[in-house]
């Protein structure tokens, strides 16, 4: 499976596509499940009722409604007056943060699919999508010196994506990902709101600042993300987690009485040097009982939770983004149609 | 520190397995970079186990016992002081090793004789190119080889047989020079040099010449040898004599215990055995050079006529334990043979010279145990001249010889008498009127208690002519012959008109058993050789005094006679040293039976006249013989069987150094001796082992 750029598209977003989803990424749409409120019209369903070409609901004429917008077959059929509803659709901005940190690097071989390879390719495929029904693009990762939050305010313009390109090309894991930075830059940046997309194995991520020398506890850190992650979605964002493992992480694959010394890729850990027998069982339920928290932690704040799992096919959990983008939800839209009451 | 087996050393590189085994285990992790270390659980307990050197202190010990057990099969040695010369230039050698009992003595732990072995291969080893060498024990009957060129092998295989066949002998060092000397032969144009390697005892280096004849070199190498007197304890020669005043089977055992060297009092354990049964024990203080005489009694029970007696030291880590154990022949039944000469016989019995004493005799001997023959004066030299010419000791057969009234013997008889009462005979002289001062003190003089002055008529003295008899003196009970006697013997009514006056000597050691009134001895004793003497001064008939009317007389001669015949224990006379041989009479075969109960048998001789000899006396202890074709059983009580003992010179416990003499040689190379340090090594290791074990038993527990 190819993850890295095409030879013979430079520059180009679909350069950086699998070709396993390429086919996907030509052939489907970018669709969101929930109606937002964008900033200006664009291909996506607003909340709030317009011009659209989609039919929306009837309803009783209001005194002070825009005359336009009485649907007359309706009033004819039904001898009174009602207003025709439509869909709005409104330009969507989507915001891809990239958690690249020394972890995602793994397995670190060049003949292996990294956890940076798939978070690459799905967000650059998305990107791809958006661009081609030209909604901005705002985008959040490590860059050479610490982290690079210049794209974090959303911009249809070209050079956008190309800086994208940019960052995707040369995005190879630092030590740490600074998620505090991060997220105080979207919550400058994305002023209306947006589908932030957000790619991390959220493993053993830091959320500073911390006293010095006091050992961070990666779990209230991860729990520190996902509340600031739901702040996002509080404030109308859809928050998409896409949690990127590998393959290994999950099935821990050392199982006999060969001694293994595990290096921690943060650094942030001393060497373990055990056969992977005698760690294996401890091991994955320690990591069960994590992938489950983090799940737990997801639906309760309202935040979408999947998983991308390298070293496995990924067309499956592309589509699985796709669907889990699209899928309309029936709370959101008895809100949509509360509010449009008022 | 040298090594015999330095290349054994190589295996020190064995040291190096478990650190390599453990730095390459440790090369075997595979290195994984991985994302999620924080779920792996560090202190999986068997990782730790395989990863780390958890037990240094363990390794550190095996490491150790590895290297000591690696180290002490390489052999390693300490040059040691020059302990031995040699002659440096190609020569011919005797060694004399000394085998002799003394050589068993532990100094610092190593006998005597152990050292020796090692000084032999030493000197085995330094001797120069093309020297030959012989070895031979000082024991007569023992190893003897011919000259050969030095050879490692010979010297094992003599110590082999000190091991196995050496017995504990009393032979001087010196007399092992002459057949030294003819195992040299005769000069031929190479040097010749005895070796003798012995210790400083009376009968070891001390009993060499300073120089031998026919130029050969002599060369004393002292072993054993010690800066402050070894201390050890020993049992002396032990005698007995019955006890009849106890019970008719009653015995005293007499033993000298003695302590050579030490420092402060010791008390040491002395057990009498009797028959293989405990009978009894008791505790000896000893000081510090001191002999002490212990004395048992024991009524022999049962109807064996005679008993197998023990004497041993117990409790006590001797330098020299050969002479901790003493046996003996216990004999109840033993007739005593007395032989009397009438000195001045008569046709009445009042008037003869020996009624008294012989009724005396047989009146307190109920038994029969008592065998008294009677002779005339030139019976007694016809015995003795006869026994003489066939060549026999004379007057083996009798343990008691009195002579009542008889006149001097003649020189040749004297001489006989005097041979025989040091080998152990009792002789009992008593004077009368036939008995001539002069005559006497020259025959006899030597052998009297005290010489005699001349007889003398009591009451004599200026001014008294009234009185013309004397009285006795209480008995002096604490003479020995009146052991176990409490009372007085009631002679003091005795009247003598005439006795012998006796010269004073005060280098003579004499017990006086009664004197009269006017103090002048009555019966004085002395001991001469392992015999005994006794002299009346008055006669035994009533001819001088009325002593022989007394009622006291018959317990003083029955306990007169039985203390002189008491020969010096009945052992003695059937006591040979270890290795000696046994003569016994030759016109048949025997069968002896050794302490360890099996039986040898001993063929006749071949020359009528001739004794048989068993020569077969390794062990010391107690032997039987009976003639062969009888059966063995406890109950033999045959006139021709024989007991005797076998046992160790008592001389040879003597182990105080006498100067050895020193000798020059020109041409002598002092070699350096090897100290070997691997038990050092091995006890250590032992240590180690021992700690390890214990190390990992508590670590073990500690674990479950």
Known sequence: ?342 | MNFASPWMLLGLLGLALPILAHLLGRREARRIPFAATRFLDASEPRVARRRQLRDRPLLWLRLLILAALVTALARPFVRAPAQVTVYGATHDAVIILDDSASMRLRVEGTRALDEAVERAREIDAALAPGSRVAWITSDPHGREDALDLPQGARVEALAAWLDAKAVPHAHPLADALDRAIATLGPEKGRPRVVYALSDATAGGLPSLPATLPGEIALIPIEVGASETPVEHVGLGVPSWTPAPELDPRALRIKVPVQRHAGRDEIQVELVLEIDGREEARTQVGLAPDAVQEVEFTHTLMGESPAAAATLRLEGLDDALPIDDRRDLWLDAESATRIAVVNGDPSERREFDEVYFLVTAIRAADPAGRIRVRGWAPEQLAAAVSEAEAAGREPLEDIDLLVLANVPAPDAPLARALQARVEAGMGLWISVGDRVETQAYNTALGELLPLRLRGPSFAGTAPGRSEARVEGLAPTHLSHPAFAGQSEDLDLASTRTRRLFLLEPDASRDTDLALSFASGAPALITRRFGRGRVALSTTSLDRDWSDLALRAGFVPLVDQMVRWLAGRAGAASEELHWVGDAVELEGSRDWVVRAPDGVERPVAAAREPGDASRFSDTRQVGLYRARPAGRESGEGELEADARRFVVAVDPSESDTRTQPIPHVELDDAVPVEGQRPQWRLLLALAALALALESWLRTRRESAKA
């Not at chain 1, 699998?18 to 937002?36: N, Q, W, Y």
């Not at chain 1, 010095?212 to 520190?224: K, M």
């Not at chain 1, 309202?302 to 592309?318: E, K, Q, S, T, Y």
């Open chain 1, 1 to 342: 499976m190819a993850t890295r750029r095409h030879a013979n598209s430079p520059g180009d977003l679909l350069g950086l596509v699998p070709e396993e989803l390429l086919g996907l990424v030509r052939s489907r749409e970018l669709e969101l499940g929930r109606a937002i409120t964008g900033g200006r019209h664009g291909a996506h369903r607003s909340r709030r009722p317009g011009s659209g070409h989609d039919f929306l609901e009837h309803r009783a004429y209001i005194p002070g409604d825009d005359l336009r917008q009485l649907d007359w077959r309706a009033v004819a059929r039904r001898e009174r007056l009602v207003v025709r509803r439509s869909e709005s659709e409104e330009a969507f901005a989507l915001a891809l943060l990239f958690d690249d940190n020394a972890g995602m690097r793994y397995p670190g071989t060049p003949e292996g699919v990294s956890k940076l390879d798939v978070a690459r390719a799905f967000g650059a495929s998305l990107a791809h999508m958006a661009q081609r029904r030209r909604d901005p693009l705002a985008f959040v990762c490590s860059g050479d010196a610490g982290l690079d939050a210049r794209a974090a305010e959303p911009s249809a313009r070209l050079e956008r994506k190309a800086a994208l390109v940019d960052a995707l090309d040369t995005m190879q894991g630092r030590e740490r990902f600074d998620w505090r930075g991060a997220l105080e830059a979207f919550a400058v940046g994305l002023r209306r709101p947006s589908s932030l997309v957000v790619f991390s194995d959220l493993i053993e991520p830091s959320f500073g600042p911390r006293a010095s020398g006091e050992e961070e506890d990666p779990e209230r850190a991860i729990e520190a993300i996902l509340d600031a992650l739901a702040a996002f979605a509080a404030r109308g964002h859809i928050v998409t987690l896409v949690q990127t493992l590998h393959a290994d992480e999950l099935d821990f694959p050392w199982e006999g009485d060969e001694v293994l010394r595990f290096i921690d890729l943060q650094s942030q850990r001393p060497e373990i040097e055990a056969t992977g027998g005698s760690l294996r069982a401890r091991y994955l339920e320690r990591f069960a009982a994590h992938l489950e928290a983090v799940h737990r932690h997801c639906e309760r704040r309202g935040i979408v939770h999947l998983r991308a799992i390298a070293g496995r096919p990924l067309a499956p959990a592309f589509v699985e983004l796709l669907d889990r983008l699209a899928a309309r939800d029936a709370s959101e839209g008895r809100g949509a149609g509360g509010g449009a009451r008022r």
